[in-house]
Each structure stands twice: as structure tokens, then as C-alpha cells.
């Protein structure tokens, strides 16, 4: 059964889940989603995610929606192929990847996807971005990526020292992020820039990158 992602190439959230599918190995078919042209609002994608958010994942039978709960899916199913992304086999360590799975949705991303969506996304559609956003997001994010050195300190990864689905899930975010202004953030916090660089030096991360370039995208 081919397993297949819909999503745009750019979407942090499609990237997420390609970047899991590339750790675990496997083969898949990416179905392009127009968001501009508003594909995900056609009934035929709507029969796949009702929200009509990107991306939506086919497994036969199945189908899911939100990236967090797609990459789990992936990680678990397929957990004997390709690299061990849950820790399955130990019980501490795959509680502790899903804490940092939870910090990262309720903590890193709520501060981080503000920036990017204000300095990437509005000019797409060719709106301002709001700067007063950014600034109130860019204290939040400074005060998580403190707590983010402590931990890198002592731990390569932030599960511990092995790469994890936690540390996958801020790649993409993390990775526009980089291209903004304020990327000294990321730099002068030397542990949390070390965690990057390796993250995202991971070929999976490299070959999803290739496809996130927002000066690509052209509205239809």
C-alpha cells in the first residue's frame, strides 16, 4: 500500500512529516496542496482533514491529519524501520521523548511560529507584517531557549543522547527561523547551537530543506 502525503513544500507542518517518513526510510508519494490557490478547502482534500489544514497522510484505510499526530503515527507503525525516533524499546527514554514531544508543541512552537508566519508567510500574500508580534514572540522564544541551554548542557539531544521525534519536531520551524534577523537567538546560546547544527545536518533535514524556500512561491 503506498502511503502518501498531501501538503505544500514549504508548510512547516508537511516538512515535519516528510522529515519523519526520510528518518524512518520510507517510500511515499507526495501529493502537491495549493494553499494559495485554496485546494484544501476543496472537497476533496476536506474529505481527508475537515479543517482544511495541511498536510493530511494516507496508510490504506487510514488517514490522519495534524503533523504531531502523523509523525507519531509513522514513528510507532514503523518502528523497526529505519531509525528508532520513540525509543520503543526503553521505557524511560521514550518518556522522556514525548515530554520534550509536549514542550515543543505547548512551549517552543506557540513562541516560534508567530515569527515565522510574520516574516514569511504575510508578505507571501502580500500583506505587513506586524512587528509588535514579532518582538512580544521573540521574549517568549528567548525565555524557552533558556531553559533549552540548561538542557542542552548536559544532553546532546533534548531526550537525552540519542536523536529523537522531539528533536525532530522543531526542525522545521527552527530552520526558517534561522534565515530571520533574529537568528542570534539560536547562535549565541552555544549548546542550543550545537543541538541545531546537528539537527540539522541530519540528511533527512537536508533533503526536506530543499524544498522549504518561500521565495518560490507563487500565488496562483
Known amino acids: 500500500m503506498v502511503l502518501k502525503l498531501h501538503g505544500f513544500p514549504v508548510s512547516p507542518c508537511t516538512a515535519r512529516v516528510e522529515a519523519c517518513l526520510h528518518e524512518k526510510t520510507l517510500e511515499f508519494e507526495f501529493v502537491p496542496v495549493n494553499i494559495l490557490g ?3 478547502k476543496q472537497p476533496s482534500f476536506l474529505a481527508k482533514n475537515p479543517f482544511g489544514q495541511i498536510p493530511a497522510f494516507e496508510d490504506g484505510d487510514v488517514t490522519l491529519f495534524e503533523s504531531r499526530a502523523i509523525t507519531a ?4 507503525k514503523f518502528k523497526e524501520t529505519g531509525y528508532d525516533l520513540i525509543r520503543h524499546e526503553n521505557l524511560k527514554e521514550g518518556a522522556l521523548v514525548k515530554v520534550w514531544i509536549e514542550v515543543e508543541s505547548q512551549q517552543y512552537h506557540p513562541a516560534i511560529c508567530p515569527i515565522v508566519y510574520e516574516f514569511f508567510g504575510k508578505p507571501v500574500v502580500g500583506c505587513k507584517p506586524d512587528q509588535t508580534v ?3 514572540s521573540l521574549e517568549k522564544l528567548e525565555k524557552v531557549l533558556d531553559v533549552y541551554e540548561t538542557r542542552l548542557s548536559s544532553n546532546k ?3 537525552g543522547d540519542f536523536y529523537s521525534l522531539a528533536d525532530l519536531h522543531h526542525f522545521a520551524y527552527t530552520f526558517y527561523f534561522m534565515k530571520t534577523p533574529w537568528s542570534s537567538l539560536i547562535n549565541d546560546r552555544p549548546h542550543v547551537k550545537a543541538w541545531w547544527e546537528d539537527i540539522s545536518a541530519r540528511p533527512a533535514s537536508v533533503k526536506v530543506a530543499e524544498g522549504m524556500n518561500f521565495g518560490e512561491v507563487e500565488i496562483k
Open 38 to 40: 485554496l485546494e484544501n
Open 157 to 159: 539531544y533534548l531526550a
Open 73 to 76: 503515527y509513522v514513528a510507532e
Open 134 to 136: 514579532i518582538d512580544v
